[in-house]
């Protein structure tokens, strides 16, 4: 929709509707639950609250008694070391989840395109860095293809292509995949 400057605006302004006090609960709800707050350093359950960030009201900050460590709700996760709020990034991962380009998400979120491209890079990287790698059960089942691009149907042109290395002429290796 646009208003009488030819601009574009949202009917809605979906950052105003999400609290990030309700976000760093489910951060801490999802990460620390059932098995209780655990040190990010050495993973012992002797952690104290240690208050909360300053610029980040929400965010709560652990001491931990075994290493000495400080560790917040974010230290080790994917939204860890940024100054936006994190109701921005919880909503930047929803509307990947949407396929929404990086231009879209900008738009909905009124950030800098380039700030954007830069952070959905590093929540997709954190994303695929944190999967647990696929395990396969039972009968598994696979083929294997190899397509030559260029050759279809004549693959006798592939083998007659040589190469000169250093004054002699050696054959090039057709099945170099």
């Not at 949407?98 to 994303?127: C, F, H, K, P, Y």
């Not at 860095?129 to 696929?134: F, G, H, N, S, T």
């Amino acid at each position: 929709m646009k208003n009488l400057s030819g601009r574009s605006h949202n009917i809605l302004n979906i950052r105003a509707i999400m609290d990030d006090a309700k976000c760093f609960g489910t951060v801490r709800e999802l990460r620390w639950w059932p098995e209780g707050i655990r040190c990010t350093h050495c993973q012992s359950d002797k952690v104290v609250d240690h208050g909360h960030d300053e610029t980040h009201p929400e965010r709560q900050r652990y001491h931990c008694g075994n290493c000495n460590g400080y560790f917040d709700d974010l230290t080790g996760t994917i939204f860890q070391g940024h100054h936006r709020a994190l109701s921005v990034w919880i909503l930047c991962l929803y509307f990947m989840g949407l396929n929404l380009s990086n231009s879209q998400i900008a738009r909905e979120l009124e950030l800098n395109i380039s700030d954007v491209q830069e952070r959905t890079g590093q929540l997709r990287e954190g994303v695929v860095l944190r999967k647990p790698p696929a395990e396969l059960h039972g009968e598994v089942e696979w083929d294997e293809v190899y397509v030559l691009a260029g050759h279809k149907g004549h693959p006798e042109s592939v083998r007659k292509k040589t190469v000169k290395v250093e004054g002699t002429v050696s054959k090039v290796l057709a099945d170099a995949v």
